[in-house]
């Protein structure tokens, strides 16, 4: 039942978009696999936020980031639903919330660079854990980057 299913919505959508239903599961893959590295960088944040501020404890920061972490996870499961009904590749919904999760992303990446936590970089005058290891320095995607891998 499931590849009938599968298979009609990849119908409807080839006939809303003009492509072939192969070019139009291609491209919701695609999406779906951009998605993935989304969630997986949102998930490299949070550990690196977190090893920073067992070293580095802030409660303002921490809430700053916090709340930046879970708008982004709650855009990135929206993506993820937008997706899941997908009947085009350029439909409002799905149109939408890509564009959310990219800036909720953009919006964590900035809150995280402006308190040096993927430098690593200790806050000045700040709190310091030093039973706590230092945190290593880590990398992630620009925004730029993720929307090319979110583009059907």
């Known amino acids: 039942m499931k590849r009938r299913q599968l298979l009609g919505v990849a119908a409807l959508g080839a006939l809303q978009t003009g492509c072939t239903a192969a070019e139009f599961l291609a491209g919701l893959s695609k999406v779906a696999q951009g998605s993935q590295y989304l969630q997986s960088a949102i998930s490299v944040a949070q550990a ?5 501020f067992r070293r580095h ?3 303002d920061r921490e809430t700053a ?5 879970r708008v982004a996870r709650q855009s990135a ?8 009904t997908a009947e085009s590749l350029h439909e409002g919904d799905l149109s939408a919330a ?4 990219l800036n909720a ?3 964590l990446k900035s809150v995280l660079d402006e308190f040096g936590i ?12 030093t039973s706590a290891p230092e945190p290593e320095p880590f990398e992630l995607p620009e925004r730029d980057k993720v929307e090319a891998l979110l583009s059907s």
Do not use: H, I, K, Y
């Not at 993927?118 to 854990?129: K, V």
């Open 65 to 69: 980031v916090a709340t930046a972490l």
């Open 105 to 107: 992303w953009a919006a």
């Open 48 to 52: 690196g936020a977190d090893a920073f």
């Open 77 to 84: 499961a929206s993506l993820d639903a937008a997706l899941a």
């Open 98 to 101: 890509r564009e959310e999760a």
């Open 57 to 59: 404890p802030s409660m």
């Open 118 to 129: 993927p430098q690593a970089t200790p806050p000045e005058g700040g709190a310091e854990n």
